[in-house]
């Protein structure tokens, strides 16, 4: 099940998935991770059972939907899960709120993933914790 995290043990969940995969995993630094835009975003929490799988983040910029900090724990990653975050997100931003699309920063290696999901890339590679990233954006009609 797929929600906003409204609970401090939901959102402690997330921060959790989040050290779990972006620290422990992929090394990026706790100051990378713990940016100081989580309070003015709001959290998602997927959960399989009672179980914290996955989670990701939303805010708006510049008038556009922004999905951050998205991650799947390792042993649930080829169970389609991370699209259905992504898919849900779209949603979200569609009936929700008044933006023109959803952009996200994207690992380079995990394009395709995005693509396959409708978005394209645009603009410049780039670093971003020391991990190759693009941006990635699919615009609303």
Do not use: N
């Not at 090394?27 to 003015?40: I, Q, R």
């Not at 991650?71 to 990653?77: A, G, L, Y």
């Not at 690992?107 to 670093?127: D, H, K, M, S, T």
Request: aromatic share 8%.
């Amino acid at each position: 099940m797929i929600r906003v995290a409204e609970t401090d043990a939901d959102k402690q969940a997330c921060f959790d998935l989040r050290r779990q995969v972006f620290v422990g995993e992929q090394g990026v630094t706790e100051a990378e991770e713990v940016d100081g835009l989580d309070p003015e975003a709001t959290h998602v929490l997927l959960r399989v059972g009672d179980t914290p799988i996955g989670t990701m983040r939303l805010r708006v910029v510049d008038g556009m939907g922004k999905v951050e900090r998205v991650c799947v724990s390792p042993d649930h990653r080829s169970d389609g899960h991370g699209a259905d975050l992504i898919r849900w997100a779209i949603g979200y931003f569609r009936k929700g709120e008044k933006v023109k699309g959803v952009k996200l920063g994207a690992q380079v290696r995990a394009i395709g993933f995005y693509e396959a999901l409708g978005f394209e890339a645009y603009g410049p590679e780039y670093l971003d914790a020391r991990i190759p990233h693009r941006d990635m954006r699919v615009l609303f009609s």
